[in-house]
């Protein structure tokens, strides 16, 4: 009796297991993406990721392969979707889907970023407009890289660390590669730089919300597989 219990413990924990081990690859960067708004929003990220829902407190923690380039996260507002996963938002809608592979419908904030290689470039961009208190957070991994990204309200005095025009090159920031990254809606305003990157599973998003304002206990975990 006690070896078939066994058996059947070892069969459930296995698929558990398997996605830890996936998460934990080197060969991919983490993004703890962290609602701390006190309402509903629903991220979405391109072209890997797709889309989550993330009641207030809640974290989906994205696994991002090597060599992903144009990558776009953001926040969505109002959303309404169906069993089959389409609906609409009343902001950043990406043509109805709850898993987004398009860009957001303006106005919307962005956090947007490439990777692998030597370096990752990571920024925030208004230039399609803001519709969500938002900040970008890369982890301590040099005196270059250690950085909080603001983006709190549609205004040069609230939003500094974001483009607001594409002629602009000053707000481009880099890391060294496959670094680990938050991404915060409704950021507390003593949020503080992430410490140097994890070799821990999801370990890379402890720590950095103190107190009320941090809760995990829903944390969505998505990983993607490089095509190479």
């Known amino acids: 009796m006690a070896v078939v219990e066994a058996a059947s413990l070892a069969h459930r924990l296995l698929p558990i297991l398997l996605l830890l081990l996936l998460v934990a690859t080197d060969d991919a960067a983490v993004f703890s993406i962290i609602n701390n708004c006190s309402y509903t929003v629903w991220p979405a990220a391109t072209p890997v990721g797709g889309g989550s829902?993330?009641?207030?407190?809640?974290?989906?923690?994205?696994?991002?392969?090597?060599?992903?380039?144009?990558?776009?996260?953001?926040?969505?507002?109002?959303?309404?979707?169906?069993?089959?996963?389409?609906?609409?938002?009343?902001?950043?809608?990406?043509?109805?889907?709850?898993?987004?592979?398009?860009?957001?419908?303006?106005?919307?904030?962005?956090?947007?970023?490439?990777?692998g290689g030597p370096t990752d470039f990571f920024d925030l961009t208004m230039i399609d407009g803001f519709n969500l208190p938002m900040a970008l957070l890369s982890a301590k991994e040099g005196p270059e890289c250690s950085m909080v990204l603001r983006c709190e309200g549609n205004s040069e005095s609230q939003c500094p660390d974001a483009f607001k025009v594409p002629?602009?090159?000053?707000?481009?920031?880099?890391?060294?590669?496959?670094?680990?990254?938050?991404?915060?809606?409704?950021?507390?305003?003593?949020?503080k730089p992430m410490p140097a990157t994890s070799t821990t599973p999801g370990d890379g998003a402890s720590g950095r919300l103190q107190g009320p304002t941090r809760n995990t206990s829903e944390v969505h975990i998505s990983t993607v597989k490089s095509s190479n």
């Open 53 to 115: 829902e993330l009641k207030s407190g809640d974290m989906w923690i994205l696994n991002v392969p090597a060599g992903t380039t144009n990558g776009r996260i953001w926040g969505r507002t109002g959303c309404n979707f169906n069993s089959s996963g389409y609906g609409a938002c009343e902001t950043a809608d990406c043509a109805g889907a709850l898993s987004c592979s398009l860009s957001p419908k303006p106005p919307a904030a962005l956090a947007e970023f490439s990777l």
């Open 167 to 191: 002629t602009d090159n000053s707000k481009t920031h880099a890391c060294r590669g496959n670094t680990d990254y938050e991404v915060v809606f409704c950021p507390p305003s003593d949020l």
